[in-house]
């Protein structure tokens, strides 16, 4: 009983945060020395430092031809809007679904689908509020394209946000990924767009709470207006 309740608290940490954590460690005890109330305000950053680095295990929906959420967080936007011109996916607009990230989320980024990765595009830019509807355009952001099993092609855009300065990308275009497989990071508080491809409707709505790998945002089988969020 003891320790299924330790395991609900202690999550496996990503190793890009262990250096993180070691210098909130380092400032903790140095504000010790200072006073013992700053030193237990950075025990309370360092505390939050590693749950921000958190990579728990995902269950991963096993069944054919669902897309699945590519981060935790809330759904802020979804709406029409052209991919990413770096990648040349598309010149229409497809259905975006946009799930934005506090710093209180886990910032581990799952794919969305199985499939091989097309395109990888970064490209510097802003930092504007992750959940303003300029992000996609012009924040920061490293865009993937990839190309799933029925030939279809799928987005998937990562865009930081106002505390976000550092995007982390583990794929190279003609790698292949499963479906809830890592494929990045992004530092601290951001957002991740999805582009799907045309005639996919999500089954999601705005506001949802989403967790990276297990919630399903569409079903590629049913077409348009088969069903809602």
């Known amino acids: 009983m003891h ?7 202690i999550k496996p940490m990503h190793p890009e945060g ?3 954590v070691a210098i909130f460690a380092v400032a903790t005890a140095v504000l010790f020395l200072l006073s013992d109330f700053l030193g ?3 025990v309370g950053l360092t505390v939050w430092c590693y749950y921000f680095f958190r990579d728990p ?14 981060a935790d967080g809330i759904v802020s936007l979804i709406e029409k809007a052209v991919p990413p011109a770096e990648l040349g996916v598309s010149d229409e607009p497809l259905t975006r679904v946009s799930v934005f990230m506090s710093v209180f989320n886990c910032h581990i980024n ?18 504007f509020n992750a959940s303003l509807d300029k992000a996609s355009a012009d924040n ?12 279809r092609q799928l987005v998937v855009v990562q865009i930081a946000g106002l505390v976000a300065r550092r995007i982390l990308c583990f794929v190279k275009p003609g790698g292949r990924v499963a479906r809830g497989e890592r494929f990045g990071l ?21 506001g949802q709470t989403m967790v990276a790998g297990e919630t399903v945002i569409a ?9 809602t969020g």
């Open 57 to 70: 295990e995902r269950v991963v929906p096993e069944r054919p031809g669902v897309v699945v959420s590519p």
């Open 110 to 127: 799952r794919a969305p689908a199985a499939g091989e990765v097309t395109a990888v595009h970064y490209r510097p830019g802003k930092f």
């Open 40 to 42: 237990w305000i950075g």
């Open 219 to 227: 079903e590629l089988d049913h077409p348009a207006g088969d069903r």
């Open 18 to 20: 262990r250096k993180f």
């Open 186 to 206: 992004i530092r601290f508080g951001s957002r991740l767009d999805v582009y799907l491809p045309d005639g996919v409707e999500p089954l999601v709505h705005i």
């Open 3 to 9: 320790l299924s309740m330790l395991r609900t608290f």
């Open 140 to 151: 920061e952001r490293n865009s993937l394209a990839l190309r799933m099993e029925d030939g």
